[in-house]
């Protein structure tokens, strides 16, 4: 377990907590960006539907992700056009990343709760039906200064 180094006063007293995180979350914004993400949840689709999509946009450029979602015919290209669109937004104004340079670097879909509801059949039986939900993220990441950073690792 890794240990965080507590900042200390001049008498040798810890700093207060809020002001310690101040200073932690300040120097995490000072960080340079290179990607922005968006995350729908509890969408009514079921996983395995939603994945087929996820899979053809993964790896791409963002415009080309927008122009397969777009003309694809599913009801998940709609919610991922949406979900993709939030994260292109997220990382313009939130990053301020270039829109033009931008890829998705990341795109997954894992499952949501599940709604069970009875199906009665002959003879007194029941069926579950089981209404599945899914989460999906989308993480976009600007090539370029992806780029400027491995070249600075080096």
């Known amino acids: 377990m ?3 180094k507590v ?12 002001i310690y995180h101040r200073v932690i979350k300040e120097e995490e914004a000072k960080k340079q960006r290179i990607e922005a993400r968006a995350v729908a949840k509890f969408v009514r689709i079921s996983p395995r539907k939603a994945r ?3 899979n053809a946009i993964r790896g791409k450029d963002v415009n080309e992700a927008f122009a397969i979602l777009m003309f694809s015919p599913k009801k998940a290209a709609r919610i991922i056009y949406k979900v993709l669109n939030s994260a292109v937004a997220n ?7 270039n829109e033009d340079a931008l ?16 199906w009665p059949r002959g003879r ?7 209404h599945r939900y899914s ?3 989308v993480i976009v990441r600007d090539r370029e200064k992806e780029k400027e950073l491995n070249k600075e690792e080096r």
């Open 91 to 97: 990382a313009v104004n939130n990053f301020g990343l």
């Open 124 to 130: 007194g039986r029941a069926d579950i039906i089981k």
């Open 135 to 137: 989460h999906i993220t």
């Open 2 to 4: 890794y240990k965080v």
């Open 52 to 54: 087929s999509i996820i």
């Open 103 to 118: 890829y998705v670097s990341e795109a997954y879909v894992n499952d949501g709760p599940r709604l069970k509801r009875i």
């Open 7 to 18: 900042p200390r006063r001049e008498d040798g007293k810890r700093v207060k907590r809020s």
